[in-house]
């Protein structure tokens, strides 16, 4: 399983961006997908993950209010959209995909996740 997020970038503090995590050629809606987050000198933390049919999404407490999350199993994508983006938002920002079975299920611990994609920058900064 293959996860390729893009959509990352620099934006001003208040600015919006928009990542997408991409499996191509396989579908995604037999898994969890989260988004993971990792600061330059700080340990990688959950931002927000969603469960394979939506019916479930989790939020850092940072984040809650200003980022969301969705999916397209259609297209194999799941988006977080960020909205007032702050300074400390700037990381690279990765996606990760766990495999839940029937569960309609997913964690911000990032232990549970099998596979991982590469990472999209994201800086925010005047």
């Known amino acids: 399983l293959r996860l390729v997020e893009s959509g990352g970038g620099l934006v001003q503090p208040g600015g919006s961006l928009r990542l997408s995590c991409v499996t191509p050629?396989?579908?995604?809606?037999?898994?969890?997908i989260g988004w993971f987050r990792q600061a330059p000198g700080k340990e990688r933390e959950g931002v927000s993950c969603?469960?394979?049919?939506?019916?479930?999404?989790n939020y850092e407490p940072s984040v809650k209010g200003r980022f969301t999350i969705f999916r397209d199993n259609a297209k194999n994508t799941v988006y977080l959209q960020m909205n007032s983006l702050k300074a400390e938002d700037t990381a690279v920002y990765s996606c990760?995909?766990?495999?839940?079975?029937?569960?309609?299920?997913?964690?911000?611990?990032?232990?549970?996740?099998?596979?991982w994609g590469q990472g999209t920058q994201v800086t925010v900064s005047p």
């Open positions: 969603i469960s394979r049919t939506s019916g479930t999404t």
């Open positions: 990760a995909a766990l495999a839940t079975g029937l569960r309609d299920m997913c964690t911000l611990t990032e232990d549970y996740y099998d596979w």
């Open positions: 050629g396989f579908s995604s809606d037999g898994y969890g």
